[in-house]
């Protein structure tokens, strides 16, 4: 199938098979490497700093909403590595390339636009809770949006999902797409980009299929490909 660009490159949470996920060393690594773009996750603190980690508490078990910014820099993480804050990311983000932030806190869809809006990076925002998009809609209705999902769902309940949402992406779980889903996706406008693919001979089905983008592990696994 014809892509209208080439193939996107996503590192999932940087280039976490060579260093600790969600860190800035990762993230430098995956744009070594080739990467197009990275993926990372996000929740606030309790003083509204956004900062980059997957689960909702930290090696500690506190909860990341609970803490402020400055107790969770007093804590040192079990990769040995400093949490990062969103900002901190796209500084070191390199001209030309995307980060796509995943929102997982609750109700922190304001404070992630106006960190993205305070820096000249491509951005995009994603995630599975698909209100959170649709209020990041009306909020800041230039950044672009994706909806992230992992169950088959109909065609009529996707598409009221991407009207709900305005959503530009569209984040299936990489063992959901087939052709009817990519035409659904087209038809709409939407961009698909399969997640999250460790392996060759899987990404080359997938561009096959015509995805748009690839968020994997490692995006040595994705050369030669698009």
């Given at each position: 199938?014809?892509?209208?660009?080439?193939?996107?490159?996503?590192?999932?949470?940087?280039?976490?098979?060579?260093?600790?996920?969600?860190?800035?060393?990762?993230?430098?690594?995956?744009?070594?490497?080739g990467a197009h773009a990275?993926?990372?996750?996000?929740?606030?603190?309790?003083?509204?700093?956004?900062?980059?980690?997957?689960?909702?508490?930290?090696?500690?078990?506190?909860?990341?909403?609970?803490?402020?910014?400055?107790?969770?820099?007093?804590?040192?993480?079990?990769?040995?590595?400093?949490?990062?804050?969103?900002?901190?990311?796209?500084?070191?983000?390199?001209?030309?390339?995307?980060?796509?932030?995943?929102?997982?806190?609750?109700?922190?869809?304001?404070?992630?636009?106006?960190?993205?809006?305070?820096?000249?990076?491509?951005?995009?925002?994603?995630?599975?809770?698909?209100?959170?998009?649709?209020?990041?809609?009306?909020?800041?209705?230039?950044?672009?949006?994706?909806?992230?999902?992992?169950?088959?769902?109909?065609?009529?309940?996707?598409?009221?999902?991407?009207?709900?949402?305005?959503?530009?992406?569209?984040?299936?779980?990489?063992?959901?797409?087939?052709?009817?889903?990519?035409?659904?996706?087209?038809?709409?406008?939407?961009?698909?980009?399969?997640?999250?693919?460790?392996?060759?001979?899987?990404?080359?089905?997938?561009?096959?299929?015509?995805?748009?983008?690839?968020c994997t592990d490692d995006?040595?696994?994705?050369?030669?490909?698009?």
């Amino acid at each position: 199938m014809h892509r209208a660009q080439p193939l996107e490159r996503i590192a999932h949470r940087g280039a976490k098979r060579e260093l600790p996920e969600n860190t800035i060393p990762a993230f430098r690594r995956a744009f070594e490497r080739g990467a197009h773009a990275i993926e990372l996750d996000v929740h606030a603190t309790r003083d509204g700093v956004v900062v980059v980690h997957h689960d909702p508490d930290l090696s500690s078990r506190r909860a990341i909403a609970g803490m402020t910014w400055r107790e969770v820099q007093g804590l040192e993480p079990a990769s040995g590595v400093a949490v990062p804050r969103l900002a901190d990311v796209l500084a070191i983000t390199p001209p030309g390339k995307t980060v796509y932030v995943e929102i997982k806190g609750d109700r922190i869809e304001g404070a992630v636009a106006t960190v993205i809006g305070e820096s000249s990076t491509r951005c995009a925002v994603h995630s599975f809770d698909h209100d959170a998009i649709a209020r990041l809609r009306a909020i800041a209705p230039q950044i672009p949006r994706g909806i992230l999902f992992d169950e088959r769902a109909s065609a009529e309940t996707m598409r009221r999902r991407i009207e709900a949402t305005g959503a530009r992406d569209l984040w299936p779980r990489r063992d959901l797409i087939d052709d009817a889903l990519m035409a659904l996706a087209h038809e709409a406008g939407a961009r698909v980009i399969a997640w999250t693919v460790n392996s060759t001979s899987e990404a080359q089905t997938l561009v096959a299929l015509g995805v748009d983008g690839v968020c994997t592990d490692d995006v040595r696994l994705l050369d030669d490909l698009g």
